[in-house]
């Protein structure tokens, strides 16, 4: 299995002044997305890499973390950094600090969190309920941003009674945003059951003038085609499908340029991944080597690899022994001495290594602050209690 370069095509998305090679965006996830894994899937294919979410409020409090998370490497580029918040003002500072300071090409704003801790504050899919807040936040980072190319990622809404997506998307396409993505899921349905694509199509039909991207269950790249041919969807967003897999951007990249004719179908099959278990092996540890470079520390580097052992080696014959071990592993010197007693040489076992990964969770009822669905509009309380959301937790 080897890395795909990025070529050299005519562009298949332009979100603002950016031009995508293919039309694949991977998604924000909270502990995942860091520059290590971000590289990694760019050194198999192409498109648009955004950072794990970064709360408005840490960022213009300049903590130290935030600080670190929204630094790129140099082989970065476009730098795409993904924002939460719910108070506009700490938003269009968050965003007018990321652009006075050069430190992105591109700005994502969350309103898809479905954790109770952030929807019962108000924030998250929870936040375009209330449609004069959600019209705030984003005309003042769309205005702050200027030439930034300021986009939103959202989910359906709160549950099947209370949709948002079809208003907020007439709202941030007024506002002028560069592109919208749709995780096509209420935040009462979290990960679980199926994404609703027809939902996709139809802010598709409603939003004629701003890119729109369809996010839900794609596991491979054939799911990917499947979704734009299905809902006129101008490109994806891809999270939990490509967890242990960063070569899914190889397989997306062959994909999407063959359906643009750029390639032949022949050519874009031969060009999936299957990787041999040596290959996955190879894989793994120069993900936990840009980990250990990322956090310049090799025990917090191979800490942070051993939640990912399930992922990567999803379906292969690897003992319960070994992947225990693995997931203890504090050095890459004995990091390397586990994977030198795989089979190198154990070809892919297909199905068995793909379909639905990370955790998709049950149907729950989400928290929400009191008489939050009485109106669309905030009260006094309201906006008091949307203040404290503004949490590190996983984007939607």
């Given at each position: 299995?080897?890395t795909?370069a990025?070529?050299?095509h005519?562009?298949?998305?332009?979100?603002?002044?950016?031009?995508?090679?293919?039309?694949?965006?991977?998604?924000p996830?909270?502990?995942?997305?860091?520059?290590?894994?971000?590289?990694?899937?760019?050194?198999?294919?192409?498109?648009?890499?955004?950072?794990?979410?970064?709360?408005?409020?840490?960022?213009?409090?300049?903590?130290?973390?935030?600080?670190?998370?929204i630094?790129?490497?140099?082989?970065?580029?476009?730098?795409?950094?993904?924002?939460?918040?719910?108070?506009?003002?700490?938003?269009?500072?968050?965003?007018?600090?990321l652009?006075?300071?050069?430190r992105?090409?591109h700005?994502?704003?969350?309103?898809?969190?479905?954790?109770?801790?952030?929807?019962?504050?108000?924030?998250?899919?929870?936040?375009?309920?209330?449609?004069?807040?959600?019209?705030?936040?984003?005309?003042?980072?769309?205005?702050?941003?200027?030439?930034?190319?300021?986009?939103?990622?959202?989910?359906?809404?709160?549950?099947?009674?209370?949709?948002?997506?079809?208003?907020?998307?007439?709202?941030?396409?007024?506002?002028?945003?560069?592109?919208?993505?749709?995780?096509?899921?209420?935040?009462?349905?979290?990960?679980s059951?199926?994404?609703?694509?027809?939902?996709?199509?139809?802010?598709?039909?409603?939003?004629?003038?701003?890119?729109?991207?369809?996010?839900?269950?794609?596991?491979?790249?054939?799911?990917?085609?499947?979704?734009?041919?299905?809902?006129?969807?101008?490109?994806?967003?891809?999270?939990?499908?490509?967890?242990?897999?960063?070569?899914?951007?190889?397989?997306?990249?062959?994909?999407?340029?063959?359906r643009?004719?750029?390639?032949?179908?022949?050519?874009?099959?031969?060009?999936?991944?299957?990787?041999?278990?040596?290959?996955?092996?190879?894989?793994?540890?120069?993900?936990?080597?840009?980990?250990?470079?990322?956090?310049?520390?090799?025990?917090?580097?191979?800490?942070?690899?051993?939640?990912?052992?399930?992922?990567?080696?999803?379906?292969?014959p690897?003992?319960?022994?070994?992947?225990?071990?693995?997931?203890?592993?504090?050095?890459?010197?004995?990091?390397?001495?586990l994977?030198?007693?795989?089979?190198?040489?154990?070809?892919?076992?297909?199905e068995?290594?793909?379909?639905?990964?990370?955790?998709?969770?049950?149907?729950?009822?989400?928290?929400?602050?009191?008489?939050w669905?009485?109106?669309?509009?905030?009260?006094?309380?309201?906006?008091?209690?949307?203040?404290?959301?503004?949490?590190?937790?996983s984007?939607?």
């Amino acid at each position: 299995m080897s890395t795909t370069a990025t070529l050299s095509h005519a562009p298949q998305l332009t979100i603002g002044p950016l031009a995508l090679d293919v039309p694949v965006v991977l998604a924000p996830m909270a502990g995942i997305t860091n520059t290590a894994f971000r590289r990694l899937c760019r050194e198999f294919g192409a498109g648009l890499y955004v950072s794990e979410m970064i709360t408005s409020r840490a960022l213009v409090e300049r903590t130290p973390e935030s600080l670190r998370l929204i630094t790129h490497h140099e082989s970065e580029t476009p730098r795409s950094i993904q924002l939460y918040g719910v108070d506009p003002v700490t938003v269009r500072e968050a965003v007018t600090m990321l652009v006075a300071e050069d430190r992105a090409d591109h700005i994502d704003l969350n309103f898809g969190c479905p954790v109770p801790k952030v929807t019962r504050k108000g924030g998250g899919a929870a936040l375009p309920w209330k449609l004069g807040l959600f019209r705030e936040i984003v005309e003042g980072a769309v205005k702050a941003a200027g030439d930034i190319p300021l986009t939103i990622k959202m989910r359906k809404g709160i549950d099947g009674d209370h949709l948002t997506y079809l208003e907020a998307g007439r709202i941030a396409e007024g506002a002028g945003v560069a592109s919208m993505a749709l995780h096509a899921r209420t935040a009462a349905e979290f990960y679980s059951g199926h994404a609703d694509w027809s939902a996709i199509a139809k802010l598709k039909e409603t939003v004629t003038s701003t890119p729109v991207l369809g996010n839900g269950d794609i596991w491979s790249a054939a799911d990917a085609i499947r979704m734009v041919e299905e809902t006129g969807c101008d490109g994806v967003v891809v999270g939990r499908g490509c967890l242990g897999r960063p070569w899914l951007f190889g397989d997306l990249a062959a994909a999407f340029r063959a359906r643009a004719g750029e390639i032949s179908a022949a050519e874009a099959a031969a060009a999936q991944a299957h990787p041999t278990l040596g290959q996955v092996a190879q894989t793994f540890r120069r993900h936990a080597e840009l980990l250990v470079e990322f956090f310049d520390s090799e025990e917090r580097g191979c800490r942070d690899i051993r939640k990912h052992v399930a992922w990567y080696f999803k379906g292969y014959p690897v003992g319960g022994d070994l992947r225990a071990n693995l997931a203890t592993v504090d050095t890459l010197e004995h990091l390397d001495e586990l994977l030198a007693t795989l089979d190198w040489d154990q070809e892919y076992p297909g199905e068995a290594a793909e379909g639905q990964r990370g955790r998709a969770g049950s149907p729950k009822r989400p928290a929400l602050p009191d008489g939050w669905l009485e109106s669309r509009d905030l009260d006094g309380a309201q906006r008091a209690e949307v203040a404290d959301a503004e949490v590190h937790n996983s984007g939607g």
